[in-house]
């Protein structure tokens, strides 16, 4: 008789709310971050991450994903960005809200959490899953999937600190996941430098996606409109008993240099003259 | 009829050429004088550029029309274009003006060997005022670099079309061109201020003023706007732009028949209102060329399924909730009507799907000509015609037995439902003269029918000179001569364009 699965996969999809990367980022008159009055959207690399575990969904039976959260943890407009995760085919979310940060232009990257503090609040959460058990309505955690970094503080740190909290394995920057639900494993391909890795690790486990793994899918209206009667769960950090008080202290944010534009030169022996000028030597 | 009809194209052609003169080493020799090297390309002595590199010059965009032109001038300043004009005014040599090149009707490109003059090198912006919105730049400035220029001031450019990377505000005024942006901000002869011209004597004409209201006498800039540059050489424009939209957004609805194109654009108008900045209709086989040559992500399978045709939604506003909670309203309404007039939709969530959606809208002319050699008919027509129109067409190729992988491969329609301008296409394996002989007058005729325009705003160009009588009376094309022999009366401002 073939060994069936103990139980279906819960997959957990973190999220973040950031400035969306079509914006100019310009630095805030206080200097202390930048300018967060402007057009946010999901980090890509998540949109990426809930992509691909409806894909997952999609390509196994479906009942083989009992369930497909996203779960973010930032201020109260974050919500938009789990409606964009539902209307994409997450079943349900949980929004571990935060403040809205005192004024929104000169706020400093205060209002978004450090890595650490999302790794352990999503460890609490996780482990809140499974106390509870599938019996206490809990959905214990089989597979996480979350961006390789976000778009804004581009720290890239947290799925690999909530490896370490958790215990489990890791599989970063995925350009491919196969997964095998009878053996519960999987097999990633992870980008590295000047090539790609194939790595096989045992569930529960730890995906961070790259940007070549899928594209993710438009939300339909119907979707959209479902989305909205999809249930949300809303906590406090405290409620998890976690604190997010920074570690990190942000002293000063400026621009980065104006470029100068390129001069001309009139002949190549101009030109190495230039070159010889500014110390390039032939070899 | 046909070769009679061609025939007397090339009479009237050679009537115009009779009394003008080819360009001469001279000629060449002297513009070395007025201009600086790099602003002389010429295949004649004394400078004698090779010929392929005149041939992007020589071209047109779609490839359909080739002139012969020995000499490109690429002036810098209004003084060198006068010079350049009073040159050719005296010796009788015929000029196109040329912007960026991507006119649909053959317009930019000579018949002959008329000297091109380029505006490309006249790129500068003069001034820009943030709080009036009145921007005035150099007439070879190309769109897209205006709109980036206006955009740290929150102002956009009152224009917007597929071309915008290339297209030249000299040649968007030239054209008058529409675009999809024309339903919120209105055509140019709204939004141009003001113009600076180099008339065909290479006089300057200094229309260059900033004023919103200025009713003293005949509004002259008027003439130039849409004259495809048979009046004069446009050198600078002042044009009044646009406060940025603080929020946008866009959907793509899926219809399940064309009929519910019309209900639709009267519920979205009612409902967006103020915010409703486009409404662009797409049918099925537009779409799937769009798709096919990778113009902005497609739809999934199950979102296109039973589709016959799509629309474009845009939203522009100045504030994100209230713009969004309209547009979730409608779409909510549209989903649970009784009898919905769309099958689904997708609403971008971010700007990069907000682009890839339009991708597939402005995409569509990039598809046609990768995917063959386009019959373009630009025309208005009542909106609720326009399957009916795409639908007659193909069927008269059918019955011409020229439907087929060898002839006419695709018939379709894709366009501004708002301004009730329709773009039919007919996508060939190659241009022949019996497809040619198929749709011509058949469409012409069919937009007379409808008392339509033959050209909503690609122009007249070398196109479609002899099918002005179906959009314009007697009466009319008679003035138009008599302007143009008024401003030109040695005819050498882009003849045997507009007018034959
Ligand atoms: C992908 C694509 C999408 C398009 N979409 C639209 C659209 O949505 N709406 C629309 O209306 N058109 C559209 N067009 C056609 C449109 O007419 C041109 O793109 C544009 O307006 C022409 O600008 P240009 O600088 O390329 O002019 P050209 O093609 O160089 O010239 C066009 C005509 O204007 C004359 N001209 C150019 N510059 C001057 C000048 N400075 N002084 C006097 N005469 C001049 C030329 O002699 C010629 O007759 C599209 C074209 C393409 C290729």
Redo the contacts between chains.
């Keep these: 008789m073939r060994p069936s699965p103990s139980r279906l996969l819960n997959i957990l999809v973190p999220v973040k709310r950031a400035v969306?990367?079509?914006?100019k980022i310009r630095v805030n008159s206080s200097q202390t971050g930048v300018d967060l009055n402007v057009?946010h959207?999901?980090n890509?690399f998540d949109?990426i991450a809930v992509e691909e575990a409806i894909r997952l969904r999609e390509k196994h039976s479906p009942s083989t994903i009992s369930s497909i959260q996203a779960i973010t943890i930032g201020p109260p407009k974050s919500i938009d960005t789990l409606r964009?995760a539902l209307?994409m085919g997450a079943d349900s979310a949980v929004h571990v809200e935060l403040p809205e940060s005192s004024s929104s232009s000169d706020a400093a990257s205060s209002s978004s959490p450090e890595p650490l503090g999302v790794a352990k609040t999503l460890k609490a959460w996780i482990d809140k899953q499974q106390q509870k058990g599938e019996g206490g309505g809990g959905k214990p955690v089989d597979l996480v999937i979350l961006g390789k970094q976000s778009i804004d503080d581009d720290l890239g740190q947290t799925g690999q600190m909530l490896a370490g909290l958790l215990g489990w394995g890791q599989a970063t920057y995925a350009s491919k996941i196969e997964l095998d639900v009878e053996k519960k494993e999987a097999k990633v391909m992870r980008e590295i430098d000047g090539g790609s890795e194939e790595v096989r690790v045992k569930l529960p486990m730890i995906v961070t996606t790259d940007l070549r793994l899928n594209?993710p899918?438009?939300?339909?209206?119907?979707n959209?409109?479902k989305a909205k009667k999809k249930p949300v769960e809303k906590l406090k950090p405290s409620d998890l008993g976690v604190d997010l008080t920074p570690i990190m202290e942000t002293l000063k944010v400026t621009e980065p240099p104006k470029r100068v534009g390129g001069g001309k030169v009139e002949s190549v022996d101009e030109l190495v003259e230039k070159l010889k000028e500014h110390g390039f030597t032939a070899v | 009829m046909l070769s009679r009809r061609l025939f007397a194209r090339c009479l009237s052609s050679r009537r115009v050429f009779s009394t003008l003169n080819p360009v001469t080493d001279s000629d060449v020799t002297h513009f070395t004088r007025i201009l600086s090297p790099s602003s002389v390309l010429s295949t004649l002595s004394p400078v004698s550029t090779p010929h392929d590199e005149l041939d992007i010059y020589n071209t047109d965009w779609m490839g359909k029309y080739r002139g012969k032109s020995t000499t490109v001038l690429k002036p810098k300043t209004t003084e060198e274009v006068s010079e350049i004009v009073k040159w050719c005014h005296d010796k009788r040599i015929p000029i196109v003006p040329q912007g960026g090149n991507t006119g649909l009707v053959g317009g930019s490109v000579p018949l002959k060997d008329e000297v091109i003059l380029s505006l490309a090198n006249m790129s500068n912006v003069r001034s820009f005022d943030p709080v009036s919105g009145i921007l005035v730049a150099d007439a070879g400035c190309i769109l897209q670099s205006l709109t980036d220029y206006v955009a740290p001031y929150d102002h956009i450019m009152p224009l917007d079309l597929g071309a915008k990377g290339s297209c030249q505000i000299g040649g968007n005024v030239s054209t008058n061109a529409g675009g999809l942006r024309l339903l919120r901000y209105g055509s140019l002869h709204g939004s141009v201020l003001g113009l600076e011209v180099v008339l065909p004597n290479g006089t300057i004409l200094d229309q260059l003023t900033s004023l919103r209201k200025d009713n003293t006498g005949y509004d002259l800039k008027q003439l130039f706007i849409g004259a495809e540059g048979t009046l004069g050489v446009i050198t600078g424009v002042s044009i009044l732009t646009a406060p940025a939209p603080q929020a946008s957004n866009n959907?793509i609805?899926a219809l399940p028949t064309f009929d519910n194109v019309v209900p639709l654009f009267k519920t979205v108008k009612r409902q967006l209102s103020e915010i409703l900045s486009a409404f662009e209709f797409i049918d099925r086989t537009a779409y799937n060329l769009a798709v096919k040559h990778g113009q902005g992500?497609a739809?999934?399978d199950?979102?296109v399924e039973g589709a016959e045709c799509f629309i474009l939604v845009e939203t522009s506003g100045g504030r994100r909730e209230h713009d969004e909670e309209k547009l979730a309203d409608l779409?909510?309404h549209?989903?649970e009507a009784d009898k919905p007039l769309?099958n689904?939709?997708?609403?971008?969530?971010?700007?990069?799907?907000f682009s890839s959606?339009w991708a597939l809208r402005e995409g569509v002319t990039e598809a046609v000509s990768k995917e063959g050699k386009a019959y373009k008919y630009d025309i208005s027509v009542p909106a609720a015609t326009f399957k009916q129109v795409v639908d007659t067409t193909r069927d008269h190729l059918r019955s011409k037995g020229l439907l087929n992988e060898d002839a006419v491969k695709h018939v379709l329609g894709y366009g501004h439902v708002g301004d009730g301008n329709l773009h039919l296409n007919i996508v060939a394996k190659a241009y022949t003269p019996e497809i040619q002989a198929a749709l011509e007058p058949f469409v012409y005729e069919i937009v007379a029918s409808h008392r339509g325009s033959v050209s909503a705003e690609h122009g007249i160009g070398a196109m479609k000179t002899h099918a002005l009588p179906y959009s314009k009376t007697e009466v009319s094309i008679a003035l138009m001569r008599k302007i143009k022999e008024l401003f030109d009366p040695r005819g050498i401002m882009n003849p045997g364009k507009v007018l034959e």
């Excluded at chain 2, 689904?344 to 799907?353: I, R, S």
Aim: negative net charge.
């Design positions: 969306d990367y079509a914006v057009k959207s999901m890509p949109e964009t209307a594209e899918r438009y939300a339909s209206l119907p959209i409109m | 959907v609805l992500r739809l999934s199950e979102d779409l909510e549209l989903l769309i689904t939709g997708v609403l971008a969530q971010n700007p990069a799907q959606l």
